[in-house]
């Protein structure tokens, strides 16, 4: 009967309408829990075949399905801050990256602008900007971090904007020149990093650190990694996220595995989760670095649990040493 088959029709297309919405409900609450910056912008930039790769765990959102059962969760005390200091944001155009680039300067409670200080240069995932460098805090307050009640060594911070380009040169786009050549002598022009400098960084960022490191070690005397997107081929990253590399060469000039060795005489400390679908690019780089480089594999996914409980002991490492190199 035309009312039956109307009525049908109707329950139909309400299914379908729910159906639609539970799948819209079940990304949020992945993207949500656990895919973390960079993971979440590598699922859109990886386009249609992205839930794919998550799904066979190719994507570090494949532990946004283990946290929703508690798989990821990472015990960590609370933060505690004392007053934030002084920051300085605003933009500058980048010739290295033919754009204009927004930045931030953090300066540490009870120091004003002027003073000349050890500098940590923070590079954001992948996704993100110099705004979300961190997961857990602001760069301000990551100066005024309390770790294990005490205050961290007196020292600057600094983060601009290096694009998706995974903080390695693609044509014109050279988020490291930018660093090196512009970001770092703007700091020093206020007096901070003439001493010491450090860098710091979570997935995409923990690898830009890294590398950044390997290209310069006798500018940068400390890095610390969280998470680090490392991958182990050019293939693997070309078949995840094809502009993470401009080509195969490109890759084998910012391979952090295969320049490690050039991090002797470089304080380094490296952590990942062991439930994170880079671990096995971060253990390789582990097995590549120089003797003496502080590796840290615990319980954890590559998500913001696990980013955050990490950040106050890189903190607190790279204030030792760069406070020990000045």
Excluded at 69 to 91: H, N, Q, R
Excluded at 120 to 143: E, K, N, Y
Aim: net charge positive; glycine share 12%; proline share 9%.
């Amino acid at each position: 009967m035309p009312g039956a088959r109307n009525e049908r029709r109707s329950d139909e297309g309400r299914h379908r309408l729910m159906a639609v919405r539970r799948r819209k409900t079940a990304l949020s609450r992945r993207q949500v829990l656990g895919l973390g910056a960079g993971g979440l912008a590598a699922v859109a930039a990886a386009g249609a075949g992205a839930l794919e790769l998550v799904a066979r765990g190719v994507l570090p959102g494949q532990q946004a399905l283990d946290q929703l059962d508690g798989a990821c969760s990472v015990a960590s005390p609370p933060l505690v801050f004392a007053a934030p200091g002084a920051e300085e944001s605003g933009t500058f155009y980048s010739r290295a990256r033919q754009c204009q680039v927004g930045y931030t300067i953090a300066w540490p409670p009870g120091h004003r602008p002027g003073t000349p200080l050890p500098l940590i240069v923070a590079l954001h995932p992948f996704g993100a900007d110099h705004s979300r460098a961190l997961t857990g805090m602001s760069l301000p307050q990551a100066l005024a971090l309390r770790v294990n009640g005490r205050p961290l060594p007196p020292m600057a911070i600094a983060a601009a904007d290096g694009g998706r380009g995974y903080w390695n040169p693609h044509p014109g786009d050279d988020p490291m020149a930018m660093v090196i050549d512009e970001l770092i002598p703007m700091c020093q022009r206020r007096g901070l990093g003439r001493h010491a400098i450090g860098t710091l960084g979570i997935s995409m960022g923990g690898y830009g650190a890294v590398l950044l490191a390997e290209k310069y070690p006798r500018l940068i005397s400390a890095v610390a990694a969280i998470g680090p997107a490392i991958w182990t081929s050019y293939a693997q990253a070309r078949g995840v996220n094809p502009g993470a590399y401009a080509s195969a060469a490109a890759f084998a000039g910012a391979d952090a595995v295969s320049h490690a060795p050039s991090l002797a005489g470089v304080a380094v400390r490296v952590a990942c989760g062991v439930s994170d679908p880079f671990c096995p690019g971060a253990r390789a780089l582990a097995r590549a670095l120089p003797p003496g480089a502080v590796t840290v594999f615990s319980a954890g996914c590559h998500s913001y649990p696990f980013f955050t409980a990490q950040e106050p002991p890189s903190l607190a490492f790279l204030g030792a040493h760069l406070t020990a190199a000045a």
